[in-house]
């Protein structure tokens, strides 16, 4: 193809994007387009799946039967989840196993917020409520995103994490609410994962490289700091209703703009974490490759009697 | 050894409407398929029976001969009800 055609091509593209129609897995599409969305896509699987781990160091120590099934539905959703991502990434032609291959070789991103450690039960409900929370503000936006299979899966995604929410939620106003030591944990919690909250909503627009193309391609609706605002304006409200305090003296209603001015966030700490020096990042990492590794056998086998299956049909054929 | 193959996975949401395309999975046969299919697709009652078909085996057309493809009933208006002019006095036709 000429360079002129591909242009024509790419014009034809974009106006398409333009006049709100999807795209399609086999419909042409620039090389970009297809290396951005296995990127985000791929990046957004990967985070679903890792982000069952840090959960997973509860299920077995829940308060009770009830918070026990709930974190376990929770965090099956979070799988299902990612399935429905990486199914969807595979149809832009690349394999799982490239995928998983990427996220175990470090190539691959996932989101840094993962690689906070889960130190008290308190931490299950600060999870669901800010970081499922800042999550749906991230996601909503994308179920209208121009690429079909992705926003199909986020539809899906989006209708099941309000209870995500909403569990959190009622675990932190719950302790809250009960003893003294209770709510300390309820703010201890609150204050080790508000600033990751934030910054899970990405960098500072002045600072963000893929946002001016991304918005074009409908893969980001809003931009960072819209979002960043609009979680910390419908949040602040639901600590004071819970009677916790936000960590972050700055923190103050702006009459003017009817929304919150609030303080600075450490962006080196962001940086550091992403780059793979959190406090859990190789803890992540390995669990993943063992799961991967170590079940190399239970699929071979799968694999192994599915094919003796298969032969008998045949042999029974003949 | 192999990787498991891909299935594409179609769930009916009650009796009365069709089987709709929802996503892929990968499995080792097809028994897996569908019990993966239930465990991904439909863990909050979303469906009263699943197909799983083999990727491999769908054939599809190509978008990018829609023009030709699709060309034969582009031209054909007379296919549709109001291409008829009929007088008002004719209430329900």
Redesign the interface.
């Known amino acids: 193809m000429s360079d002129r055609e591909v242009k024509n091509l790419e014009e034809m593209f974009d106006a398409k994007i333009a006049r709100d129609e999807k795209i399609?897995p086999?419909?042409?599409m620039p090389e970009k387009y297809r290396q951005t969305h296995i990127r985000q896509m791929s990046q957004h699987a990967h985070s679903e799946i890792v982000g069952m781990l840090p959960e997973g160091n509860w299920i077995s120590r829940a308060p009770s039967l009830k918070r026990k099934v709930a974190l376990l539905?929770k965090i099956?959703?979070e799988a299902?989840h990612g399935?429905?991502l990486y199914?969807?990434t595979?149809t832009l032609g690349i394999?799982?196993?490239e995928l998983y291959e990427q996220l175990h070789s470090g190539k691959a991103k996932y989101s840094s917020i993962f690689n906070y450690p889960t130190l008290t039960w308190a931490d299950m409900g600060a999870i669901g409520w800010l970081v499922d929370g800042a999550a749906i503000i991230n996601q909503v936006p994308l179920c209208s995103t121009s690429f079909g299979p992705y926003a199909?899966?986020m539809v899906r995604v989006c209708k099941?994490e309000s209870f995500h929410q909403r569990q959190g939620f009622q675990i932190i106003m719950t302790l809250a609410e009960g003893s003294q030591e209770q709510k300390e944990m309820a703010q201890d919690a609150l204050n080790r994962w508000w600033w990751p909250s934030l910054m899970m909503l990405g960098p500072l627009d002045a600072e963000s490289i893929h946002t001016e193309q991304s918005m074009k391609w409908k893969l980001k609706r809003k931009s960072n700091d819209d979002l960043r605002q609009q979680f910390i304006d419908q949040t602040v409200p639901q600590a004071e209703m819970i009677g916790l305090t936000i960590p972050d003296p700055d923190l103050k209603w702006n009459e003017e703009k009817q929304s919150y001015d609030f303080g600075e966030m450490n962006w080196d700490e962001f940086w550091q974490v992403v780059k793979g020096h959190g406090p859990c990042n190789k803890e992540r990492i390995s669990a993943r490759v063992n799961a991967w590794e170590n079940g190399k056998w239970v699929?071979?086998a799968?694999?192994?009697?599915?094919?003796k299956?298969?032969n008998k049909v045949v042999k029974q054929a003949i | 050894?192999?990787?498991?193959p891909?299935w594409e996975v179609f769930i009916r949401s009650k009796n009365g409407l069709e089987h709709r395309h929802c996503?892929?999975?990968?499995a080792?046969?097809a028994t897996?398929a569908l019990e993966n299919a239930r465990?991904?697709?439909t863990?909050?009652m979303e469906g009263v029976s699943i197909w799983v078909v083999p990727s491999t085996e769908i054939t599809?057309s190509?978008?990018?001969d829609n023009a030709e493809f699709f060309e034969p009933a582009s031209d054909k208006i007379y296919r549709h009800p109001t291409f008829y002019e009929l007088p008002d006095e004719l209430k329900h036709m």
């Open positions: 399609e086999k419909d042409w539905a099956q959703d299902g399935l429905y199914s969807a595979e394999s799982r196993e199909r899966a099941e699929r071979d799968a694999m192994a009697y599915a094919e299956q298969e | 050894m192999k990787n498991w891909l996503g892929s999975l990968h080792s046969d897996m465990d991904v697709y863990r909050r599809a190509n978008p990018d």
